[in-house]
């Protein structure tokens, strides 16, 4: 038995049945394990697309235009499977701009720093315990999206799993740890410390992680990352992404407390970013003090 099928939720009786109808009349068993029956896509409105109402969307035009990656990305973490999609192409827009683009730049951040620092991940790698607190809390935070993201996929939940990504990436990696990692990618090699390269590391670690997580879902970008990040490196790395292991959830590495914690000064930062939009004080305003209550 196939261990599932994919259709729509038309074939309930035509396809569905019939399959298991002739596979138990000729090999005494059902036809597959699982099944996910696909929604129907829909305008933004929620309406039926037809040639008649002029809602109707080319789907070729619309991978001309914007790729097959972030039009299966969009359409994938916007709504389950079995769930009828209501298509909005400025949802591919802005899944372009948010996700992509984010996953993009905090790439070329790291390939032009390493680059200059001409890092090719020669050395060895720096014991997990010898890493600042800000790398073994991102790494935390990778190794619970591995567990998530391979859980969500064997239980055929790809919009969990894409979500997961998306949220790590955007979040995570790119508006808390690379945000405040820049000082120590733009500092001197030659400090004498392994904080430079212990960086370099952990962000090439995060950036690979997710190509390989996000390629069943956007094949051609994440298998483009992949190999970027090998030319940039010079690392030894299977051919393709797609000819690759899945990433190995390694519970050693998670620290739920210090997850907590950066979790906390996630919400607080936050919050007070927001009391700063309301008092109209500048981000680059200093100030003297801020109470926070235990």
């Known amino acids: 038995p196939a261990d599932f099928i994919a259709e729509g939720v038309d074939q309930t009786r035509g396809w569905f049945y019939t399959l298991h109808a002739i596979s138990t009349m000729v090999f005494d068993s059902v036809a597959y394990k699982n099944v996910v029956s696909n929604g129907l896509v829909l305008d933004k409105n929620g309406q039926k697309m037809s040639k008649r109402l002029g809602n109707a969307i080319d789907p070729f035009t619309t991978l001309d235009k914007y790729g097959p990656d972030a039009t299966r990305w969009y359409m994938i973490t916007n709504a389950q499977p079995w769930d009828n999609l209501k298509f909005d192409l400025d949802g591919i827009t802005e899944v372009q701009r948010k996700f992509f683009g984010t996953l993009y730049n905090t790439y070329s951040f790291f390939s032009l720093y390493a680059n200059i620092d001409e890092f090719d991940y020669s050395e060895k790698d720096i014991a997990i315990e010898e890493r600042p607190e800000i790398d073994r ?56 410390s392994n904080d430079k390269l212990s960086a370099y590391q952990t962000l090439y670690t995060c950036l690979e992680t997710v190509a390989v997580l996000g390629s069943p879902i956007a094949p051609f970008f994440m298998d483009n990352l992949y190999k970027d990040l090998t030319s940039v490196t010079g690392k030894e790395n299977f051919e393709s992404v797609h000819l690759g292991t899945f990433p190995n959830y390694d519970k050693s590495l998670v620290d739920s407390k210090l997850e907590h914690k950066m979790q906390k000064a996630q919400k607080i930062s936050s919050m007070v970013l927001s009391l700063r939009k309301k008092e109209m004080i500048k981000v680059r305003q200093h100030l003297q003090r801020i109470m926070i209550p235990v």
């Open 137 to 192: 809390w991102v790494l935390s935070k990778l190794n619970s999206l591995i567990k998530n993201v391979d859980e969500a996929y064997a239980s055929y939940e790809p919009t969990k799993a894409g979500r997961l990504i998306q949220e790590f990436v955007g979040d995570q990696l790119s508006n808390w740890y690379v945000r405040l990692c820049r000082r120590r990618f733009w500092k001197q090699s030659n400090d004498g």
